[in-house]
């Protein structure tokens, strides 16, 4: 036996009530997922003075806080092939992780031994890269200096 027609309109009507309601959520938690992401963003200032020293901030632009396990600063060519990274400076592998909080900012500082050069003179045409090693994520490299702008 055949349904009323009322009771076939009530289950369509209903049923793209779903359909709707589903689409709303699925875009409300990928739009959240979008926001929460992974995002961090760097900073410098260099100085010649190795008194004063040089400075690299690592800012977290997530609402998720981040460990930083290790780091290492290198120079390198515009492509950063693994062949051209050259080592300049690392965290100390016995110093324990430093967390970042959400929407926080970590300053590396670079004085006294621990400076290191920048200038156009001496950099010849290299780039000065970070590696920064986050828990559970994989290594990532970022330009430091010079950026896009310069």
Not at 12 to 30: N, Q
Not at 80 to 101: C, N, Q
């Amino acid at each position: 036996m055949d349904a009323p027609a009322s009771t076939s309109a009530f289950a369509l009507a209903l049923s793209s009530w779903g359909a709707v309601v589903s689409t709303a959520l699925a875009g409300i938690k990928a739009w959240e997922v979008w926001r929460d992401r992974f995002r961090i963003e760097l900073d410098y200032s260099f100085t010649t003075s190795a008194d004063r020293g040089n400075r690299i901030s690592i800012h977290n632009l997530s609402a998720q806080p981040l460990i930083l396990s290790h780091w290492e600063l290198l120079y390198g060519d515009r492509k950063a092939s693994k062949r051209s990274l050259e080592h300049v400076d690392s965290g100390d592998f016995d110093s324990p992780p430093r967390a970042i909080a959400s929407h926080a900012t970590l300053d590396l500082h670079f004085d006294e031994e621990r400076h290191f050069a920048w200038g156009a003179e001496f950099l010849k045409g290299r780039f000065v890269y970070i590696r920064m090693h986050f828990a559970g994520r994989k290594p990532v490299l970022r330009l430091v200096y010079p950026t896009a702008s310069e």
